[in-house]
């Protein structure tokens, strides 16, 4: 039988919502080890928003500091690993990494985020995080009042236009083909000085990521200090689902209030849990993972 290495929980994940949770965790006294891949999904993001105490860090800053303090509690283990394999074990569950090392815990909590699925258009994946963004609470405040564009269309693109006008007047909606509005929608953006282009989109001129033009297929060239769009994501970590994990519509892992997913002892947090993508969401989520996992690992022992 292989060697395995004991702890009360294994996090996977060590981003916001993981290393809060381990926080949390540490200061229960909790014996907790925490497996990341360093691959978050904001990593290519110049700055930080809307999070008190952090507005306007650089992301990696406040990953490096909240792994510094986190470490500062002796119970918890930080290990750049990537966890490959999770099976139940009798009443906890065994995870095995890509360099061969096997933990064994009485829980798991996952918080391991979600893979952003590039359109092909090029230029779009270097500017995504730097001046194609997704979401205007993080990020529209920085290019307010300058032009921006939305790509969508149908009743998302409508949604996503008109919450957008609140940070700039100078607003395109690209439909990247003809456009699926309703007439009413089209009236309501006009009357609300969006304009609407419907030619596809060819590629995103840029420098070092920052957008200059949106270039249409009909070569219109269209000058953008920042284009919003919403694109598909996949899960970057299938063992939630091998365990068996019920996730939701939209494809996030299922939790409920307390972030327990389906299968007991299994815990979720963070980007891979919710539409609300924000470091601050990140890091409440994973402080609530952390304190029910120690409620229950209490429970269970008395």
């Given at each position: 039988?292989?060697k395995?290495?004991?702890?009360?929980?294994i996090?996977?994940?060590?981003?916001?919502?993981?290393?809060?949770?381990?926080?949390a965790?540490?200061r229960?006294?909790?014996?907790?080890?925490?497996?990341?891949?360093?691959?978050?999904?904001?990593?290519?993001?110049p700055?930080?928003h809307n999070?008190?105490?952090?507005?306007?860090?650089?992301?990696?800053?406040?990953?490096?500091?909240a792994?510094?303090q986190?470490?500062a509690?002796?119970?918890?283990t930080?290990?750049?690993?990537?966890a490959?394999?999770?099976t139940?074990q009798?009443?906890?569950?065994?995870v095995?990494t890509a360099?061969?090392?096997?933990?064994?815990?009485?829980?798991?909590?996952?918080?391991?985020?979600?893979?952003d699925?590039?359109?092909?258009w090029?230029?779009?994946a270097?500017c995504?995080?730097?001046s194609?963004?997704?979401?205007?609470?993080?990020?529209?405040?920085?290019?307010?009042?300058?032009?921006?564009?939305?790509?969508?269309?149908?009743?998302?693109?409508?949604?996503?236009?008109?919450?957008?006008?609140?940070?700039?007047?100078r607003?395109?909606?690209?439909t990247?083909?003809?456009?699926?509005?309703?007439?009413d929608?089209?009236?309501?953006?006009?009357?609300?000085?969006?304009?609407?282009?419907?030619?596809a989109?060819?590629?995103?001129?840029?420098?070092?990521?920052?957008?200059?033009?949106v270039?249409?297929?009909?070569?219109?060239q269209?000058?953008?200090?920042?284009m919003?769009?919403?694109?598909?994501?996949?899960?970057?970590?299938?063992?939630?689902?091998?365990?068996?994990?019920?996730?939701?519509?939209?494809?996030?892992?299922?939790?409920d209030?307390?972030q327990r997913t389906?299968?007991?002892g299994?815990?979720?947090a963070?980007?891979a849990?919710?539409?609300?993508?924000?470091?601050?969401?990140?890091?409440?989520?994973?402080?609530?993972?952390?304190?029910?996992?120690?409620?229950?690992?209490v429970?269970?022992?008395?």
């Open positions: 039988m292989e395995q290495t004991q702890t009360e929980v996090i996977i994940g060590g981003s916001y919502a993981g290393l809060s949770a381990a926080m965790l540490g229960a006294r909790r014996r907790v080890v925490v497996l990341d891949s360093g691959q978050p999904c904001n990593r290519q993001t700055r930080a999070f008190i105490t952090q507005d306007g860090q650089p992301p990696q800053a406040i990953r490096d500091r792994r510094q986190v470490l509690y002796p119970s918890v930080v290990v750049t690993d990537e490959v394999a999770a139940r009798g009443t906890g569950f065994v095995s360099s061969g090392v096997v933990y064994a815990a009485a829980k798991i909590l996952f918080a391991t985020g979600v893979k699925l590039m359109p092909a090029p230029g779009f270097e995504w995080g730097i194609v963004l997704h979401c205007p609470y993080c990020h529209g405040y920085e290019v307010g009042d300058q032009p921006l564009g939305v790509v969508g269309n149908g009743d998302l693109g409508f949604e996503f236009a008109r919450l957008l006008r609140q940070w700039s007047p607003l395109t909606l690209f990247n083909g003809p456009a699926t509005l309703s007439p929608q089209a009236q309501r953006l006009e009357q609300a000085g969006i304009r609407i282009a419907e030619a989109i060819d590629h995103f001129d840029h420098t070092a990521g920052h957008l200059r033009h270039v249409l297929t009909d070569t219109t269209v000058p953008l200090a920042a919003f769009a919403r694109v598909p994501f996949e899960l970057p970590c299938l063992l939630p689902v091998g365990l068996g994990c019920v996730l939701s519509e939209t494809g996030h892992i299922q939790v209030e307390m389906s299968v007991p299994v815990f979720a963070g980007d849990t919710t539409p609300m993508r924000s470091v601050a969401v990140a890091v409440a989520a994973g402080s609530k993972a952390g304190s029910f996992l120690n409620h229950e690992l429970a269970e022992s008395l």
